[in-house]
């Protein structure tokens, strides 16, 4: 293994949106800089970092001076393109590795690696053509979920076929691209797990939280989600088995589905390489957040405490949810958390508050 | 009372040391910017801002371009001179008032400043030559402290005096500058309490801390402090005092000797008008931090929940100690801050660790 990168060392973060802001934010706890690159001007990690590049995720030239410049590059988005990863792997160590993007950038890719590994995953099967949309509809059955193999987030491209007649509005509603179908699995709640393994193998975990969706985003992350000590372990299980398989570096995190109430059985939902949403609840209910650990992570640091010190939910603030910060400010226990984003659009992640309870 | 600074407003900070690096984070939790004003092109504070200013606290021309690209002024240490002060109140608010910092910035104007408000203090005189030093002795005796009315910190520019033998060399260890003669008080503990008001006159106070000093610098700081509540409240009571004088807004630690062990009897020993060390720990054991709190204040926001979710050991890390991170980063329940200083000079404040404990 490397050495650990010394504080005063420097972060390469590709993607300026909220995660970069909070990873630049727990870097410069650290004693480290932030170097971000962004394709937008205005993005809300430059408030936060030592240093800036603009460019696109194309721009060969730029990459390399980025990647130049810097001691380790990462991500904050998962749709990087390949390319880019490439690029800077030329000048600067990359993680988490290329390969758990690949992975968790196509649909179709994620079920398969996932079904190779043993762990659960709702049953499914490619859909390239109207043909094929047809088998899979009769081997799954209704109702099931068709989603574009790429680019899919916030539950955007992806749509319900509750019989044989939404077949060709479903294949029109995703544009007609290289899709997956999906078996519509009933289940108990979603709880997700944010999981942190260093350079040398070690492994962390932070509590699962149970989440709660609205409009295919996350609006509620809770702590303890009320699955129990064997679905814990059940989804660390899970989690260390495809960090394992990725040569993990970095926080990841596991989506997943809890049938019954009993018995933890769970089902992987999907994976996202990077710190998530469903973890912002460790900025202010861990001594070491996501945040912070990925960054120790891949800068080859010991791993932080992810003990939780209290209980605590997490509601997402969407559009213009967040133009309520002066009460929200006001609440006791509360931590407000702004992404400095100018404009309050419909859907836009804006911020987030973390009620703190204390540890049942 | 102005209305609040919105999300995406910019508060502008003379000063980039380590509290100028934690106040700019805090801000950026809020949506809020931060334009860092310093004398020193390398500030820790420079690596977590949106904008920087590089220039003299004498820089007249410069003062007044910063203080009118931003929406709200501030200082994170209290030797900012007067005039410095004056010019960014032409063109923007400045918090906390300048009385603050002409009280703070002169040892004797301090004391007299709290014996007019029945604030119980050290014994003290004025000390301008030999004669007013021989004078001071036989009124206050020995031990005593001679302090230079200005610019002390961390235990410089002070120096104890046994017997008279001592007057001449200690008139000469200070430079022979205007002076105060303190009595040396017997206390039981050192605490202090960081108290936040707004600019609507509401006031919020953490719980106090116990503090050790080594070699006149804070060594660490604990919470809850074992002075019991009575000597809280009187705590609260000086605080809100010394505050309400001064129509303050911001941050203000009032630091205290507390004599005897029963009844709480406190002695002022000295005000910063700013976020403090010995208010550290707040950054990991409450929901909302001093310096959040103090640019809430500032920014005429709500003012944030002081409560504390865990007991806290602050320590600080000073000079080489700070080289021994990697062990303070495998800590379990421990928060390290390192703040990207390049240099670990004897004496220099490098970072400190929060370990953090359930509440008792």
Chains 1, 2 share one sequence.
Request: proline fraction near 6%.
């Amino acid at each position: 293994m490397r050495e650990a990168l010394p504080p005063g060392s420097t972060i390469g973060i590709l993607g300026g949106g909220q995660l970069g802001r909070m990873l630049a934010v727990a870097a410069s706890r650290l004693g480290l800089k932030a170097h971000i690159y962004s394709d937008e001007p205005g993005c809300p990690a430059f408030d936060v970092c030592a240093a800036r590049a603009v460019a696109g995720y194309d721009d060969e030239e730029a990459l390399l001076r980025f990647a130049g410049a810097v001691d380790v590059v990462t991500c904050e988005f998962e749709n990087v393109p390949a390319k880019a990863l490439e690029t800077a792997g030329r000048e600067a160590s990359v993680y988490p590795p290329a390969r758990a993007f690949a992975v968790a950038q196509d649909r179709l890719e994620e079920k398969e690696f996932l079904r190779r590994l043993g762990i659960p995953v709702a049953p499914f099967a490619a859909v390239g053509s109207r043909d094929e949309l047809d088998i899979a509809l009769k081997g799954i059955g209704f109702p099931a979920l068709l989603k574009t193999r790429r680019f899919g987030y916030d539950g955007k491209g992806q749509v319900v076929i509750r019989s044989e007649k939404d077949a060709d509005a479903a294949l029109a509603a995703i544009g007609n691209v290289p899709a997956i179908l999906e078996g519509m699995l009933l289940f108990e709640r979603e709880i997700s797990i944010i999981a942190v393994r260093g350079r040398d193998g070690a492994m962390r975990y932070y509590d699962p939280s149970e989440n709660v969706h609205q409009d295919g985003i996350l609006a509620v992350s809770k702590v303890p989600a009320p699955s129990g000590a064997a679905c814990t372990y059940a989804a660390r299980e899970i989690a260390a088995k495809i960090a394992g398989a990725l040569d993990y570096v970095g926080v990841l995190c596991v989506e997943l589905f809890q049938q019954g109430d009993g018995e933890p059985s769970l089902v992987v939902n999907e994976i996202a390489p990077r710190v998530h949403n469903s973890g912002h609840w460790t900025l202010d209910a861990c001594a070491v957040s996501q945040f912070e650990n990925h960054i120790r992570a891949i800068a080859g640091w010991p791993l932080g405490d992810p003990a939780r010190h209290s209980d605590a939910v997490m509601t997402n603030l969407i559009g213009a949810e967040a133009n309520r910060w002066p009460e929200f400010a006001a609440a006791p226990d509360t931590c407000l958390h702004l992404y400095g984003k100018a404009e309050a659009r419909p859907g836009r992640k804006m911020g987030h508050l973390t009620r703190l309870h204390p540890k049942t």
